[in-house]
């Protein structure tokens, strides 16, 4: 990003710079013949999110993805996404409705569709507002996936968020404490979540000690959830599920056991991968060993 980019986002109002970044996505995507998967040009946003400038003296990682081609950018997507669940497993259910579709052979037209989405939102600086401490005090995924559902969807799902003054002020008056937990049936992309977080912080608390747990008819916002998580510092105590809360008044319970299974098969097929070495291990030794005996011709 050149310096005058750099300088106009910085000065620009972090809620402004959200809806500027949002959007750039929306606008993206409408242009595309994919515009009913809301799942690739969130899933976009949400993958971009985790990017963090690692060198501050190093090349532009903006730079460097917007340089890329679609196919290569898919790719990255791909890593970046292998890198989440190897790290968090446990958010690997959560977090598949955004990811499914980067693994599944996406069309060319789709990754070029893609790749717009990300070069929109990358011009709008999205990296310096994710990728700093910025991403704190706001909730991008929760503005991107509002603009990018239809009328159609709105109506089906009607989800009503907290506005972010109002989840601020409940915040500051019932603050949880270290060790705490945290509930909330209705938990959309997190913004009460994130604004708990901020009040625990400014009162000397730490967040990444509280469980968190939360719902939502919507699996596109629970998803977006599980990356906020990981933005806003959570900890690793996330428990998610996708549920009716209405009518479904044991989600909690269901969030906790689908947690357990995933991380249950997350070990199982840690084990295999160690296992699946260890006999290719053996193997090439003894093929060493074997070829090293046989007689050489004199």
Known sequence: MNRSMKQRHAHRDLGQHAIAIAQAVDTAWNKSNHSGRRDVALSVVAALSLVTQRDPHGPDPAEQLRAQDAHTFTGTLQEIYTALVNSRPDLT????????????????????????VADAALREGQLSLTGTEDRYDTDLLGIVL???????????????????????????????????????????????????AEAMRQKGRDPSTVTWYGADIDDLAIAACAINSLLWGLGPRILLCVADTLADGDWAYRAEAQRTEILQLSETIQRHKQMIHAVRTARSFTETVIDRDQPRDQ
């Open 93 to 116: 259910h959560l977090v598949y409705p955004l990811m499914a579709w980067v693994f599944d052979e996406p069309e060319s037209a789709m990754q070029q569709a893609a790749k717009h």
């Open 146 to 196: 509002t603009l990018l559902k239809s009328d159609s969807a709105t109506g089906a799902n009607a989800q009503i968020y907290t506005p972010t003054v109002v989840a601020d002020m409940m915040a500051r008056i019932t603050t949880p404490h270290n060790g705490d937990t945290v509930q909330d049936p209705a938990v959309g992309t997190g913004g009460l979540f994130r604004a708990t």
